[in-house]
């Protein structure tokens, strides 16, 4: 890159990694179900609740003004003071709940934080498309975002207990502690080399309407996040409400979901790399559509012997549906857009995804007050010389209509992701062949390090040859493993 600084891609992607640990930290401790926790325990009205859960959708509108200046001015620069702004507001949040002043002010200061986060996204993405090679994207974005989805999980689990011990006090150390970690994650970012624009003018956000299988994709995923969205919001209700179980089991079974998603972020970065974002893109609203299905057989028509491990399989589910995507998308958005006129791609892609999250959240409040008292029932009725049985068949009540309705238009999404054309990449069936060989190949490697002896390893080794690779030779590479050595030649640049 002549004219250019140099850039140290291996010191930016090691302090990248880094922020990526003290950011999802900081993240996890700032999730909509915390605050609501909070507007709930100084008793908020509900709809004050629900217009503070709508902020994070709502302030991701300012990307669209943020883009236009991306790429005229510093993006490493705009990223770094708008973050300052948003993580500074998060130590006043933990003063105003400290000093139990009034409401307004603690929504005030949350609304700052998600507007200036939001403002330091365009730059940002359009920052790293430009850094990160194409050629480890995807298995670098899976391996930052697991390692920070482990660490968080840990930081959870600990203000669990400490929420257990002191109640509602928690609240100013836990903002302070998110304050805390957005600062050293700050620190990090600081030490990411700049990469300049490589040409500069006049932004258009119009561009990316021209570009037809631009749009293809964003119909595709917007419709997801519809879909999703739809449904995801009232998981825990129904957990709480009709299945009668404690929130520890809510807060169990998220554990099992925060487990399942560095799991696959484990391997699913390197298939992205190998065989394409979009199939795994697909796959996983697939792996959505089976778990919003699986919810309406937990009860029959009430809680059964099979309800547990029902919840457990769709959390598993949830762990892939909920991290993989994201990355995907990053990814797909970087191979279709421009180099150095990446953010307008970005902006509107999270902006129309967030308005079509945004109305199925809304959606799926009315829906389901529509279905609150609707019932569907099929029943087997078994008479003989020893008595009658009825066998449950089906039964669908309250919020399964809604979990049916955000299954079926996640299927209609699918339809039109596979309308976008994205380069190089296989079909869906090869994608799965290799998700099921790499999960197959660690339970086998479990297995074998703990000396348990594989069964049925006939049809084992049968799979394993029709899916292309040796039983005998496990040779499946996590993306867990320490990143690749950065060629020379990638060290003048990007």
Same mark, same amino acid.
């Given at each position: 890159?002549?004219?250019?600084?140099?850039?140290?891609?291996?010191?930016?992607?090691?302090?990248?990694?880094?922020?990526?640990?003290?950011?999802?930290?900081?993240?996890?401790?700032?999730?909509?179900?915390?605050?609501?926790?909070?507007?709930?325990?100084?008793?908020?009205?509900?709809?004050?609740?629900?217009?503070?859960?709508?902020?994070?959708?709502?302030?991701?509108?300012?990307?669209?003004?943020?883009?236009?200046?991306?790429?005229?001015?510093?993006?490493?620069?705009?990223?770094?003071?708008?973050?300052?702004? =948003?993580?500074? !507001? *998060?130590?006043?949040? $933990?003063?105003?709940?400290?000093?139990?002043?009034?409401? #307004?002010?603690? /929504? &005030?200061?949350?609304?700052?934080?998600?507007?200036?986060?939001?403002?330091?996204?365009?730059?940002?993405?359009?920052?790293?498309?430009?850094?990160?090679?194409?050629?480890?994207?995807?298995?670098?974005?899976?391996?930052?975002?697991?390692?920070?989805?482990?660490?968080?999980?840990?930081?959870?689990?600990?203000?669990?207990?400490?929420?257990?011990?002191?109640?509602?006090?928690?609240?100013?150390?836990?903002?302070?502690?998110?304050?805390?970690?957005?600062?050293?994650?700050?620190?990090?970012?600081?030490?990411?080399?700049?990469?300049?624009?490589?040409?500069?003018?006049?932004?258009?956000?119009?561009?990316?309407?021209?570009?037809?299988?631009?749009?293809?994709?964003? =119909?595709?995923? !917007? *419709?997801?996040?519809? $879909?999703?969205?739809?449904?995801?919001?009232?998981?825990? #209700?129904?957990? /709480? &409400?009709?299945?009668?179980?404690?929130?520890?089991?809510?807060?169990?079974?998220?554990?099992?979901?925060?487990?399942?998603?560095?799991?696959?972020?484990?391997?699913?970065?390197?298939?992205?790399?190998?065989?394409?974002?979009?199939?795994?893109?697909?796959?996983?609203?697939?792996?959505?559509?089976?778990?919003?299905?699986?919810?309406?057989?937990?009860?029959?028509?009430?809680?059964?012997?099979?309800?547990?491990?029902?919840?457990?399989?769709?959390?598993?589910?949830?762990?892939?549906?909920?991290?993989?995507?994201?990355?995907?998308?990053?990814?797909?958005?970087?191979?279709?857009?421009?180099?150095?006129?990446?953010?307008?791609?970005?902006?509107?892609?999270?902006?129309?995804?967030?308005?079509?999250?945004?109305?199925?959240?809304?959606?799926?409040?009315?829906?389901?007050?529509?279905?609150?008292? &609707?019932?569907?029932?099929?029943?087997?009725?078994?008479?003989?010389?020893?008595?009658?049985?009825?066998?449950?068949?089906?039964?669908?009540?309250?919020?399964?209509?809604?979990?049916?309705?955000?299954?079926?238009?996640?299927?209609?999404?699918?339809?039109?992701?596979?309308?976008?054309?994205?380069?190089?990449?296989?079909?869906?069936?090869?994608?799965?062949?290799?998700?099921?060989?790499?999960?197959?190949?660690?339970?086998?490697?479990?297995?074998?390090?703990?000396?348990?002896?594989?069964?049925?390893?006939?049809?084992?080794?049968?799979?394993?040859?029709?899916?292309?690779?040796?039983?005998?030779?496990?040779?499946?590479?996590?993306?867990?493993?320490?990143?690749?050595?950065?060629?020379?030649?990638?060290?003048?640049?990007?």
């Amino acid at each position: 890159m002549d004219g250019e600084e140099e850039i140290d891609l291996d010191r930016s992607l090691r302090n990248l990694l880094f922020d990526g640990l003290a950011s999802q930290i900081m993240f996890s401790l700032l999730t909509v179900s915390i605050i609501s926790s909070y507007l709930a325990s100084r008793n908020a009205s509900p709809l004050l609740i629900g217009l503070v859960a709508a902020t994070p959708y709502l302030s991701q509108l300012v990307q669209i003004p943020s883009a236009i200046f991306a790429e005229k001015f510093s993006r490493k620069k705009l990223s770094l003071v708008s973050n300052a702004v =948003s993580r500074i !507001s *998060l130590l006043a949040m $933990a003063f105003a709940v400290l000093s139990a002043s009034d409401l #307004v002010m603690f /929504i &005030a200061f949350f609304a700052i934080y998600n507007v200036f986060k939001e403002i330091s996204t365009a730059p940002w993405s359009s920052w790293m498309r430009d850094l990160i090679p194409d050629s480890i994207r995807g298995q670098y974005y899976s391996t930052r975002m697991a390692y920070g989805k482990l660490v968080s999980l840990y930081a959870v689990l600990a203000f669990t207990v400490i929420f257990n011990l002191l109640g509602s006090a928690t609240f100013p150390l836990l903002f302070s502690t998110a304050f805390i970690a957005g600062m050293v994650s700050l620190y990090f970012i600081n030490g990411i080399d700049d990469v300049k624009v490589g040409k500069t003018g006049r932004r258009s956000l119009k561009a990316p309407l021209k570009n037809r299988n631009f749009l293809k994709l964003i =119909s595709g995923t !917007s *419709l997801w996040r519809f $879909a999703s969205e739809l449904a995801l919001p009232f998981y825990s #209700v129904y957990i /709480i &409400a009709v299945l009668k179980y404690p929130v520890w089991i809510v807060i169990a079974l998220t554990a099992v979901s925060q487990l399942s998603s560095i799991y696959f972020l484990r391997i699913s970065g390197r298939i992205m790399d190998r065989f394409g974002n979009r199939p795994v893109l697909a796959l996983s609203f697939t792996a959505f559509s089976i778990a919003a299905f699986l919810f309406t057989f937990t009860t029959m028509p009430e809680r059964h012997l099979f309800t547990l491990p029902l919840l457990v399989v769709i959390y598993v589910l949830d762990g892939f549906y909920t991290s993989v995507p994201g990355i995907a998308l990053m990814n797909v958005v970087a191979k279709i857009s421009p180099k150095g006129s990446s953010a307008s791609y970005y902006a509107l892609n999270y902006v129309i995804n967030s308005v079509f999250g945004a109305a199925g959240s809304l959606t799926g409040g009315i829906v389901a007050s529509f279905f609150v008292s &609707a019932n569907f029932a099929v029943k087997i009725d078994i008479e003989s010389s020893l008595g009658f049985l009825e066998v449950p068949a089906l039964h669908f009540a309250s919020y399964d209509f809604l979990f049916l309705i955000s299954a079926a238009i996640s299927l209609a999404a699918i339809k039109m992701l596979r309308l976008f054309d994205e380069e190089n990449a296989k079909d869906e069936q090869t994608v799965k062949v290799e998700m099921k060989r790499a999960v197959i190949t660690d339970i086998c490697s479990l297995m074998t390090a703990m000396h348990i002896p594989l069964p049925n390893t006939s049809n084992y080794v049968k799979f394993a040859n029709q899916s292309g690779f040796s039983a005998l030779s496990l040779n499946y590479q996590p993306s867990l493993e320490p990143l690749p050595s950065i060629p020379e030649d990638l060290n003048k640049g990007s």
